[in-house]
């Protein structure tokens, strides 16, 4: 899926929305990484990843909270080993 526009939302925000209507919202706190949700697919993260790595942001921890485990929000995971994964059971 193809990165439609990554819009910067108040100081720390940034949400990265797809052709197809899917967004994915990135927090960037002072030492800390949040990421909502994964998405549907490994390709959309990498446009994630890629924007971390532009703006150095790669020493931060990153955090994914998963809102719940449907497919559509869990898909991309995978894409970032070393993050911690927060979600409930």
């Known amino acids: 899926m193809r990165l439609k526009e990554i819009q910067e ?6 949400l990265f929305t797809y ?22 697919s490994q390709e959309e993260m990498e446009y994630i ?10 020493n931060k921890p990153l955090y994914i909270f998963n809102s719940h485990s449907d497919y559509d929000h869990i898909g991309g995971n995978s894409v970032f080993p070393n993050a911690e994964i927060i979600s409930h059971s």
């Open 9 to 14: 939302v108040g100081s720390r925000g940034v």
């Open 19 to 40: 052709e197809f209507g899917d967004s994915v919202y990135l927090i960037n706190t002072r030492d800390k990484l949040f990421l909502c949700d994964t998405s549907e």
């Open 49 to 58: 990843k890629l924007y971390i790595h532009d703006n150095d942001l790669e």
